[in-house]
């Protein structure tokens, strides 16, 4: 029989939580030294609740301890099997491990829970995506000429996540973008064979990962930039080195 899951009261769940956010935002800005005192007051105020383990595990990624790291998102699973964003850091620590079959088994839990949350909270609604096709035109309107030329027969669609057979091959199932078809090299030597190229960005993803419209309106034109580097069939660093992220 596993484990019950930690029960905090109200009062409790409410300090955990700011300790969480308060922990992840140092965290996020380097500040490991102040995190590691909000994730020890976490810790000792639920030792063995999902949410103090994720945050140990965020610690020991950024003490470069990958083993650590899983074994306390291991824990946060199994305390709390619904979590999703220990089941999405759990299937990007066994990625870097070398565990790809466990990644692709977490992410596809990640891609269910998600999902899930879209139902509950109607993430996605019709004034969303007009924001987001926006600003995606936006920023191919912003092109240079000639790379805006290039682009013209290269459309950008919308999903709300990543198709499960998609995340079975590995795909991160919290994804922003994706390219898809014939880079712009293939297009121009004529492989009129292959399916059409376009970019797809997946919009609940977007939406849950920014708190307001200017961080959505940002991050549609980064991810936009960067799926078109691909097109252009630039590596990671050379999309960096053109200012398209």
Known sequence: ?????????????????????????????????RARSSIAEAVALAPDSAEARHLQAELALAEDR????????QAAVQDDPDH???????????????DRAGMIEHDLRVLSLDART???HAIGTPDDLAFIEEHARAALAGLPPHLAERVEHVPVVLEARPHPALVREGFDSRALGLFEGPTDVMH???H??????????FYA????????????????EITVLHELGHFFGLDEDEVADLGLE
């Open 66 to 73: 990958p083993d650590a790291a899983r074994d306390h998102l």
């Open 118 to 120: 879209d139902r509950r």
């Open 192 to 201: 009129g064979d292959l399916l059409p190229a376009r970019i797809v960005l």
């Open 1 to 33: 029989m596993p484990p019950a899951r930690t029960r905090l009261s109200p009062a409790l769940a409410e300090a955990l939580t700011l300790l969480v956010d308060e922990a992840l935002d140092l965290l996020a800005r380097d500040e490991v030294e």
């Open 84 to 98: 999703a964003d220990a089941h999405h850091l759990l299937a990007r620590v066994l990625e870097d491990l070398g």
């Open 188 to 190: 121009r030597l004529g």
């Open 205 to 220: 993803n977007l939406l849950a990962m920014t708190r307001d419209d200017d961080e959505l309106a940002e991050q549609v």
